[in-house]
């Protein structure tokens, strides 16, 4: 197999002198080469013969115990990502980006929200108080009130036996990542999609762990946009597209209004001005340049019909363009949504801290 690495990326190496083990590497180079397992074993194999990676590693070694793992598996001729190894990323992903929310001082938090929510029952007891739900009722220890209380075993249960399971509210809501794809997101050497697969990896693992009465659905969005699934993350990059940032709004609302969530919202990752729009009869309109008053004008309209149906969008710019900061803060203020501008290596932080902190809230 012959693999070409044209440029080298001293962010890059410098990134990886941070690593601390050849796992955390490999995991890294895994992403940033699209899930392809072998393509990544050979570019450590070449970083290695160039210096660049310490030679107490044996590449071969690795590779072997990766399959005794099942971390990857035999593919034909090469080798590939399994389910367990796919997992593996989101997981470290999510532990990844949680341990430097916890190096900055946030932390998780209860969820007391007064909107669509649902009760979780927890071990404590106190007495009963009238308006308390009957589901939540112990009937064993009110059983054993009542007995103590009149040394009766026949049914004589009162107000003042009954105990309750203390409960916390929480809230189900159906969220559609959005992730620009566009060239823009690798361009001039510069890597913004890694990152935001590795938030939505993330992402996915704290839904799934955390709130799983939660959805989340993973929309791409170039020159159109698609629906990918949980296990595609991992092998997702950036094309030779345009922004066409109308068509991924549009299609995360339609996927919104199919679910039956209560709260509704849309996490947008993009570093793009919008480029490119689908015009009523299918055909693509486009200009490179970016912010055409037409594409402007036709996207924006995408954040009034989302406001219109109560889905807030929030954006998070991943870059310093003022073009596309005075475009961002203009769909931001007409869908009463938020914004964030941040730099890539706080965009998972900035994710995960926003989705859990404005939970608490009412009104999504």
Known sequence: MRFSYSKWDESLFEYLKGLADLMAIFQYLLMRLNGDVDAT????????????????????????????????????????LSAKGERSLRRDAFELIFERMKSAGKGEHPLP???GTSEELLPEKRPYSFGDNFRAIDYGSSMFNSISRTGDLGLNLSEDDLEVHEAEKTTSCATVLMIDVSHSMVLYGEDRITPAKQVAMAFTELIMTKYPRDHLSVVLFGDKAWEVKIA?????GAGPYHTNTQAGLRMARNILMGKKHVNKQIFMITDGKPSMITR??????????????????????EALICRKKKIPITTFMITDDPYLRSFVEKLTELNHGRAYFSSVNNLGNYVIWDFVSNRKKKGR
């Open 113 to 115: 929200y007064e909107g």
């Open 232 to 236: 595609d993350l991992p092998y997702i």
């Open 41 to 80: 074993l050979e570019l450590m194999k070449q970083l290695q013969a160039r210096g660049y990676l310490d030679s107490k590693y044996d590449i071969d070694e690795f590779a072997q115990k990766l399959k005794d793992s099942k971390f990857v598996k035999q593919a034909g001729s090469g080798l590939k």
């Open 280 to 301: 009523k009869n299918g055909q693509l309109f486009k200009d490179p340049v970016g912010l055409n008053p037409i594409i402007v004008n036709r996207t924006l309209d």
